[in-house]
T-cell receptor, first 113, second 117 residues
């Protein structure tokens, strides 16, 4: 079955540590996205990539980094510079072109302890 | 600044009621508007709207877009407890500094719908 897989589902991090969230898709989509979801805030765009080896900052990129070495993979690193990292993180992908729906992974809930 | 505003932010109804969720937007170069349902984790796609006045329908759910007044509504008739979820509205806009044929999605904050038995 085609889809997007995020791992892990739950992640605990100590303050000062970097953590990497995995996102893999086998839908052959060119575009991939990372969103952060906080209660009452909807989805906010962290980073996006429309092609391998290229990515762009979204609205809240500070404290995060990404890579896009393969079409299928778009990992997100939450660095120690992110002051409030506890949140629900969603990865999404879309086909190239206009008016295409985004498909989402099941999300990773990150908690700083 | 591009923005998508959903209302109400939360809503509690009883089974059998009909509800209308609202989504208004202010964006440059509108391409499409999408509705998603988020029950627990992954949002699932409901509708994509690109043209004004054409209703999209799926079972008890329907949606319509008004590009002149810059809003969309999502209707749910004869609500069931399984309709309880957060409903997200997103608008597609062109990527900044990119001449290709793809945009990004801007999401509203969502409407949390609770359907009581």
């Amino acid at each position: 079955d085609g889809g997007i897989t995020q791992s892990p589902k739950y992640l605990f991090r100590k303050e000062g540590q970097n953590v990497t969230l995995s996102c893999e898709q086998n839908l052959n989509h060119d575009a991939m996205y990372w969103y952060r979801q906080d209660p009452g805030q909807g989805l906010r765009l962290i980073y996006y990539s429309h092609i391998v080896n290229d990515f762009q900052k979204g609205d809240i990129a500070e404290g995060y980094s990404v890579s896009r070495e393969k079409k299928e993979s778009f990992p997100l690193t939450v660095t120690s510079a992110q002051k409030n990292p506890t949140a629900f993180y969603l990865c999404a992908s879309r086909r190239d072109g206009w008016n295409t729906e985004a498909f989402f992974g099941q999300g990773t809930r990150l908690t700083v302890v | 600044e591009d923005k998508v505003v959903q209302s109400p932010l939360s809503l509690v109804v009883h089974e059998g009621d009909t509800v209308t969720l609202n989504c208004s937007y202010e964006v440059t170069n509108f391409r499409s508007l999408l509705w998603y349902k988020q029950e627990k984790k992954a949002p699932t796609f409901l509708f994509m709207l690109t043209s004004s006045g054409i209703e999209k329908k799926s079972g008890r759910l329907s949606s319509i877009l008004d590009k002149k007044e810059l809003f969309s509504i999502l209707n749910i008739t004869a609500t069931q407890t399984g309709d309880s979820a957060v409903y997200l509205c997103a608008v597609e806009i062109p990527r900044l500094n990119y001449g290709g044929s793809q945009g990004n999605l801007i999401f509203g904050k969502g409407t949390k719908l609770s359907v009581k038995p």
